[in-house]
């Protein structure tokens, strides 16, 4: 199975920052690479897909990156709505395996 | 406007079994593969299931494979999630989403394996 180690568990951060969540898979994915936005009480909602592309309705500050095993979620210009954790998931093979997550607080 | 709608949660005791649904609509749902995902109380996500479209085949990580059976309805755009010998850890609210990527959720329905 493909291990997600995502970085780091939690982040804070003020309005306006930016600010970038790691996730490094135990072997190539080949972009195979998803981040999800889950607030409290929420289902969780896709951001960013195929490790770079952007999902319809999602603000443009937030961008993907990254290849083979190492990938990161970046977000500019935060804003308070962005207070949420943030999930990577690994959909190259079965089974599907996300990361541990990472809380962001806004200061 | 894609709709995810999951039901048949609820309180029930270990080794014991309950099947949830997933009522779809919005999108033509026998084209898409569909997953079930997991998540335990203050937990991380795992997915849990995946079935082709016309059902044929079938996903499973090993913590739940001969004891949860993902099936559908296409003809009722209705997914389905048998789960037996329920374990306590088990317990989670179970999301249906629609792949690839996962792009939509459901709202989720809690299932508690407790005596």
């Known amino acids: 199975d493909i291990q997600m180690t995502q970085s780091p568990a939690s982040l804070s951060a003020s309005l306006g920052e930016t600010v970038s969540i790691e996730c490094l898979a135990s072997?190539?994915?080949?972009?195979?690479l998803a981040w999800y936005q889950q607030k409290p009480g929420k289902s969780p909602q896709l951001l960013i897909y195929?490790?770079?592309s952007l999902q319809d309705g999602v603000p443009s500050r937030f961008s993907g990156s990254g290849s083979g095993t190492q990938y990161s979620l970046k977000i500019n210009s935060l804003e308070s709505e962005d207070a949420a954790t943030y999930f990577c998931?690994?959909?190259?093979?079965?089974?599907?395996?996300f990361g541990s997550g990472t809380k962001l607080e806004i200061k | 406007e894609v709709q995810l709608v999951e039901s048949g949660g609820g309180l029930v005791q270990p080794g014991r079994s309950l099947k949830l649904s997933c009522a779809a609509s919005?999108?033509?749902?026998?084209?898409?593969?569909m997953a079930w995902v997991r998540q335990a109380p203050k937990k991380g996500l795992e997915w849990v299931a995946t079935?082709?479209?016309?059902?044929?085949?079938?996903y499973y990580p090993d913590s739940v494979k001969g004891r949860f059976t993902i099936s559908r309805d296409n003809a009722k755009s209705s997914l389905y999630l048998q789960m037996n010998s329920l374990k306590s850890e088990d317990t989670a609210t179970y999301y249906c989403?629609?792949?690839?990527?996962?792009?939509?959720w459901g709202q989720g329905v809690m299932v508690t394996v407790s005596s």
């Open positions: 989403a629609r792949q690839p990527g996962l792009d939509y």
């Open positions: 919005g999108f033509t749902f026998s084209n898409y593969y």
């Open positions: 079935i082709s479209t016309s059902g044929s085949r079938t």
């Open positions: 072997e190539d994915i080949y972009n195979n």
């Open positions: 195929y490790a770079s």
């Open positions: 998931l690994q959909d190259s093979e079965y089974p599907f395996t």
